[in-house]
């Protein structure tokens, strides 16, 4: 489930729709979480749809660590890639956002922690270095991801978090103390689907 505090607006006609903040959402902020709602394909049961769901899903999913393609139901499949994401991914089926994201702002993500296959696009940011994404980038971007991560789990109980009622108390008790410092956080290597 996405953010409560977000819309669907047209940016422009190279990236179509995207996701927008309508208010400020500060940084550790959990933008999206992986719901009962959302909906999980293995690949036998994407092998067996007809074409036009299976552009459905080439369009509108992410493969997970376990090579299953999983479809947001709702306004999280409309977030769009970028190279400086203000959102990453966890190893916990949540999003946060690694900075603060301003009104009007597009939220984000690095599609290249999405388990892409062959197919490799360029970034439209021409203020990063890493310029094309590949299937690999996991591999060697995790340690800066993580980093940010980490920089991003020091807010998490200090700012607004309108979708904690989604995280069972357990996760809860675990984020408060990747956020303390009392237990290590989990890579977001964790999501790296090695059967790529």
Known sequence: MIHPNTEIRFINEEVGYGVVAKELIAKGTITWVLDKFDREFTPDQYDALEPIYKNILKTYAYKNNLGNIVLCWDNGRFINHSLNA???????????????????????????????????????????????????????????????????????????????????????????????????????????????
């Open 86 to 196: 203000n959102c990453f991914t966890t190893a916990y089926n949540f999003e946060l956002a690694v900075r603060d994201i301003q009104p009007g702002e597009q939220l984000t993500n690095d599609y290249s922690y999405f388990n892409i296959d062959t197919s490799l696009f360029r970034g439209i940011d021409k203020r990063i270095k890493r310029k094309i994404v590949y299937p690999d980038d996991t591999l060697k971007c995790y340690k800066s991801w993580d980093k940010k991560l980490i920089k991003a789990f020091k807010y998490i109980s200090k700012v607004k978090q309108p979708l904690i009622g989604l995280l069972d108390e357990e996760l809860w008790q675990l984020v408060v103390q990747i956020e303390k410092g009392t237990k290590e956080m989990e890579s977001i290597l964790e999501n790296y689907n090695y059967r790529i």
